[in-house]
C-alpha cells in the first residue's frame, strides 16, 4: 500500500489492474451484488445472524438524547446492511436513508425497497434539510445516514483534502446536516468478518458539531476511511470515479 506516496490516481489504478488486490475487489463486488439481491426477501432474524451492530448502546442512547444522529458510511463492505439498524432501534424511531437517484428507475425503486424493509426512510439528498426539519417538527427522532466518501458534482465540490496520498474532493452534506440540527456524529466502521457476515462499530466522532471547526468533521472522516482501507482494501469500492474532479483555488482544504 505504500505506492500511494509517489504515484497520481492515474498511476494507482494502474498498478491494480491484474492484481492480487484488484481480483479479491473483484470477486467482492459480485458477492455485494448478491448480497443486495438476497436484501430483497431476508428476514429480520437472518440479517441479525448476518450483521453485528456494535456499540449500539451509545448510538441509542444519542437519538434519545439529541433526537437524532448523524452517520458517516464509507462504501466499504456491505454497508447497505447498515439499514437493519432500524429494526434495532426504539419504536417509532427513524432511520433515514439519504440517496442519490439513479438514472436506471427499475435498480432506483429496487434499492428504494431494499432500504425501507426494515423501517428505512428513503430522503433524495437534494430534499435532506427540509425532509429532517420536517420530521423533527412532526417529534420523530431519526438517526440519518449518508455516504460520505462519494464523488461530488462540481457544485458540491466543498471540501478538498489529502486522501490516500492524492488531492481529493469530499461532500461534506453530513457535516452540514449534523451542524444544523447539531446531532451526535458517528463513523461507521465496517469489517467483513467472513464471506456473508459483517459488522459495523457505530463510534462517535462529537457529540457537539456546531463547536467544531469549519471541515474538521469531514476531514475525521476521509482520516478515519483511510485507516479501514488501510486494513483490508480490497472491500472499498475501488470502481468509484475518486479522482475526476480537479481543485480550484478558492476552495476550502485540509
Known amino acids: 500500500f505504500f505506492f500511494f506516496k509517489q504515484k ?11 492484481s492480487a488486490m484488484c481480483i479479491r475487489d473483484s470477486h467482492y463486488i459480485c458477492d455485494y451484488m448478491l448480497e443486495e439481491v438476497k436484501m430483497l426477501r431476508m428476514s429480520f432474524e437472518e440479517l441479525c445472524r448476518r450483521m453485528k451492530y456494535d456499540n449500539k448502546e451509545e448510538y441509542l442512547a444519542m437519538i434519545e438524547k439529541h433526537g437524532g444522529i448523524v452517520l ?6 456491505n454497508f447497505e446492511w447498515i439499514i437493519g439498524m432500524g429494526a434495532i432501534m426504539h419504536p417509532g424511531d427513524i432511520p433515514v436513508q439519504v440517496y442519490k437517484p439513479l438514472s436506471n428507475k427499475y435498480l432506483d425503486e429496487m434499492f428504494k425497497h431494499i432500504r425501507a424493509r426494515f423501517g428505512g426512510y428513503n430522503v433524495a439528498k437534494h430534499s435532506t434539510a427540509r425532509e429532517v426539519i420536517k420530521l423533527r417538527r412532526e417529534g420523530r427522532r431519526i438517526a440519518i445516514g449518508l455516504i460520505t466518501d462519494q464523488s ?3 457544485s458540491e465540490a466543498h471540501y478538498w483534502t489529502t486522501f490516500l496520498n492524492q488531492d481529493t474532493v469530499f461532500m461534506d452534506g453530513a457535516e452540514r446536516i449534523a451542524k444544523l440540527m447539531d446531532f451526535p456524529v458517528f463513523y461507521c466502521e465496517l469489517e467483513r468478518t467472513s464471506r456473508g457476515y459483517c459488522k459495523v462499530l457505530f463510534d462517535l466522532v462529537t457529540e457537539t458539531p456546531k463547536q467544531t471547526a469549519d471541515g474538521e468533521i469531514t476531514e475525521c472522516f476521509a482520516r478515519r476511511l483511510e485507516q479501514t482501507i488501510r486494513r483490508e482494501p480490497a472491500y472499498w469500492f475501488w470502481s468509484h470515479k475518486r479522482w475526476k474532479n480537479k481543485r480550484k483555488e478558492s476552495v476550502q482544504h485540509g
Open 8 to 18: 497520481t490516481a492515474y498511476e494507482i489504478c494502474a498498478c491494480l489492474v491484474g
Open 72 to 77: 458517516l458510511i464509507p462504501h466499504y463492505a
Open 152 to 154: 461530488p458534482n462540481r
